[in-house]
Structures are given as structure tokens and as C-alpha cells.
């Protein structure tokens, strides 16, 4: 799928290209709603306003290729705001590493609530940025570009955040 013909597509109106679009990152556009918030209808709504907001702001993204980045921090930016409304705390979800563990081969439960445990300890900006390096696949600099950081910060706060993780988890359970 050719992201930048699909997003240069919907701008000109094209339905069908835009929910090609979504289809490619629904599901961890849902996922990742989710860990915040961990209540299915809250994920539900802010993935639907999510989807509506990216419909009709389309046209500001200023790098088509970067569709998936951008409609990522956009719903990150949704899922925040609304735990601040509504003073509920940042909590991880289950599904979301019951599917990290399948994808990087691990199916014992001890260490999926290790997980879960772990990275509950982190505060919103580590558990942000570990979701985007280890979930999103992004790199230091989309990470940096995403959240306007320097690289720089980027890389001690990810350090930090797995030196937080590491004495929760079993040796050798995240890797360098």
C-alpha cells in the first residue's frame, strides 16, 4: 500500500482511499487509545473523534508518507487530554500487551503481569515514548519529531524508562 498516493487520494476527495488509510492503523489506533484510558467505550470514543478530526484535517499534513505518525499523536494528544478532563489515571492495557507478548514470542502469564505492573510504575511522558519506540516501531528521531523533543532527550528518557522497567522485569526481558 502506497501511503502517499492513498493520503494524496482522500484529499481529493476519495472515500474509499481514506478508509484504506484507516484500515492500515486501526487497530493500533485503538490499542493505543486503550492503554490510556483502559475502558473499552472511552477507547472507542476518542478512536471514532480520532477519525473524524484526521478526516477533516487531512490537508494540514504537511508529509503524506508520515500518515500513520501523524494520526498516531493525534490520537495520543485525544487520550491525554481526556484522562486530564477527566482526572482518571494513565493505565496500561492488557490487550495491548497480551499482543506485544505474541509478537515477540512470549506467552507466559508471569511475565505479561510482569509487564503490566512495570509499566504502570512509569509516569505518562515514558510510557508515551516506550509505546512509540516498542509499539509504533518509530524511531528516536519520529519519536523526537512526534513529541518535540531533541533526540537527545528522546534517548535518556527511554534509558531512564527501561532502567525503571528492568528491576520489575526478569533479566534479560527488554531488550537494549
Known amino acids: 500500500m502506497d501511503t502517499t498516493y492513498l493520503v494524496k487520494q482522500a484529499r481529493k476527495g476519495n472515500d474509499e482511499a481514506f478508509e484504506q488509510l484507516i484500515a492500515s492503523v486501526r487497530n493500533k489506533l485503538y490499542r493505543t487509545a486503550f492503554s490510556y484510558v483502559r475502558n473499552e467505550q472511552d477507547a472507542l470514543d476518542l478512536y471514532q473523534e480520532t477519525i473524524y478530526e484526521a478526516y477533516l484535517s487531512l490537508k494540514k499534513l504537511k508529509k503524506p508518507g508520515q500518515f500513520q505518525s501523524w ?10 487530554d481526556f484522562i486530564r478532563k477527566s482526572s482518571k489515571h494513565f493505565l496500561a492495557a492488557d490487550e495491548l500487551f497480551e499482543q506485544l507478548m505474541s509478537v515477540e514470542g512470549f506467552d507466559n502469564l508471569d511475565q505479561s503481569l510482569d509487564l503490566t505492573k512495570a509499566f504502570e510504575s512509569l509516569d505518562v511522558t515514558y510510557k508515551t515514548m516506550i509505546l512509540l519506540r516498542y509499539y509504533h516501531d518509530l ?5 523526537a519529531e512526534f513529541m518535540d523533543y531533541p533526540e537527545g532527550t528522546v534517548k535518556s528518557n527511554l534509558h531512564r524508562a527501561k532502567q525503571i522497567l528492568r528491576p520489575i522485569l526478569k533479566e534479560g526481558y527488554l531488550h537494549g
Do not use: G
Open 71 to 80: 494520526i498516531t499523536k493525534i490520537i495520543i494528544f485525544k487520550s491525554i
Open 139 to 143: 524511531s528516536i528521531k519520529e519519536i
